[in-house]
């Protein structure tokens, strides 16, 4: 694990968004695809209004990039509070790629627990061909956030999807911040299968689990690639998207 601190929310954005490049760069080397998990949450904003101008819109291979989630709240995908709603507003509506590379967690599926075993099947089928570590997806790139509990994904301290060591996607039905609706979770063995993993942390609150990360949910994440990009400045108060999606857009 290494941690870099960064005075403001911009650098830290743009070292991310040069980290991404780079992840891009290493999968293409080793075959024609890049899978990149995204998070959700107030943090990675900027980072993808980053990626989706230049010269990053430009220069990264989006054509052969496959998006996926770290989690997702159990919302429909056109609520502000969906994490898929925010990445489509700010990255994915504005990057040259085709419905099929964009994999959601289907937050609007009842009851959660049907939409994470749903997905989970998909994402065996995607993977079938590809890379499996341990029975488990390798993903290229995992971008993951921080709670002020230690949380990442929606793996919360002290919940049984924290311990899941066989599935591939969970539902969390108690999730310990706002907004207080049931996630679906990617699990702990597929983020520790990852080839890399970057936490993106901004503000004071989450400054004691940077200082000590092995005593939190967050810590616990092992990818072959460890990266904390940390900043004490604050995230900006918007949360969410507007929830303005075209009509038909609202890929699997």
Same mark, same amino acid.
Do not use: M
């Given at each position: 694990m290494v941690i870099r601190h960064y005075p !403001?929310?911009?650098?830290?954005?743009?070292?991310?968004?040069?980290?991404?490049?780079?992840?891009?760069?290493?999968?293409?080397?080793?075959?024609?695809?890049?899978?990149? @998990?995204?998070?959700?949450?107030?943090?990675?904003?900027?980072?993808?209004?980053?990626?989706? @101008?230049?010269?990053?819109?430009?220069?990264?291979?989006?054509?052969?990039?496959?998006?996926?989630?770290?989690?997702?709240?159990c919302v429909p995908p056109n609520h502000p509070d969906s !994490?898929?709603?925010?990445?489509?507003?700010?990255?994915?509506?504005?990057?040259?790629?085709?419905?099929?590379?964009?994999?959601?967690?289907?937050g609007e599926v009842r009851p959660p627990e049907r939409g994470a075993a749903e997905f989970e099947r998909e994402m065996r089928d995607l993977f079938v061909s590809r890379d499996l570590r341990g029975g488990f997806p390798v993903f290229d790139l995992i971008l993951l956030g921080v709670g002020p509990d230690g949380h990442t994904a929606s793996l919360f301290p002290g919940r049984p999807a924290l311990e899941e060591r066989e599935r591939w996607v969970v539902a969390e039905p108690q999730p310990g911040c706002p907004p207080f609706v049931p996630r679906l979770t990617l699990t702990l063995s597929v983020l520790n299968a990852a080839r890399q993993a970057i936490f993106l942390v901004a503000g004071q609150d989450k400054? @004691?689990?940077? @200082?000590?990360?092995?005593?939190?949910?967050?810590?616990?994440?092992?990818?072959?690639?460890?990266?904390?990009?940390?900043?004490?400045?604050? !995230?900006?108060?918007?949360?969410?998207?507007?929830?303005?999606?075209?009509?038909?857009?609202?890929a699997r």
């Open positions: !403001n929310l911009a650098g830290l954005s743009l070292a991310a968004a040069d980290l991404v490049a780079a992840a891009a760069g290493e999968a293409l080397a080793r075959r024609d695809l890049f899978v990149l @998990a995204l998070s959700g949450g107030t943090t990675p904003r900027l980072l993808y209004q980053t990626l989706a @101008a230049p010269p990053y819109r430009e220069s990264l291979p989006w054509d052969k990039t496959y998006f996926f989630w770290s989690d997702e709240r !994490n898929y709603c925010l990445a489509w507003e700010t990255l994915l509506s504005h990057l040259p790629i085709a419905g099929e590379q964009i994999h959601r967690l289907p400054q @004691a689990v940077v @200082a000590h990360p092995e005593n939190y949910p967050a810590g616990r994440v092992q990818a072959d690639k460890v990266l904390w990009l940390v900043t004490d400045q604050e !995230n900006a108060p918007a949360a969410g998207c507007s929830g303005s999606l075209p009509s038909g857009g609202l």
